[in-house]
């Protein structure tokens, strides 16, 4: 967070399931309220017009683990937003993340929320945030990055 900005990243597909409308209307509030915040989109979203609008970085779909791995790379993330809105079985692009060692945050529902658990460089959000998009915009405005970071074990 070298010049003050938060940077968010999400991965994969993001339809409606996957938090399409909690992204939209975070970089929303973000550009309204003047907050520090940028996101980005590791591939495509259901709205990509009206994200680009709202100033959402969205590079359009992967070929391949790699090719996320470099976007992430150029977009040096902050933070790794899994938005699903529902419980995921497993939570694919989760690990890419993890096994980067990249602070992740996601609702705290079914495998992301289980797997984010584990790790205490994770940020575990209510799910009744989902529902409140502004109230959660603030939240991570005020999130110690620093101290997320400094939370990840580079022995492991």
Known sequence: MEDGKIRVASIGAIGPHKGSDVILALARHAVSHDLDIEY???GYSDQDAAMKAAGVNVTGAYSSEDEVIE?????QPDLVFISSVWPETYCYTLSIPIALKLPVMVFDL???????AELPWSVRLDPRL???PNKLSSDI???????????????E
Not at 141 to 155: C, H, M, Q, R
């Open 130 to 132: 989902i529902n409140a």
């Open 141 to 155: 405005a005020e999130l110690d990055i620093d101290e997320l970071w400094s939370l990840l074990d580079p022995s």
């Open 40 to 42: 980005s989109i590791i």
């Open 71 to 75: 976007h992430l790379k150029e977009i």
């Open 110 to 116: 079914g495998a992301q929320g289980e797997r984010a």
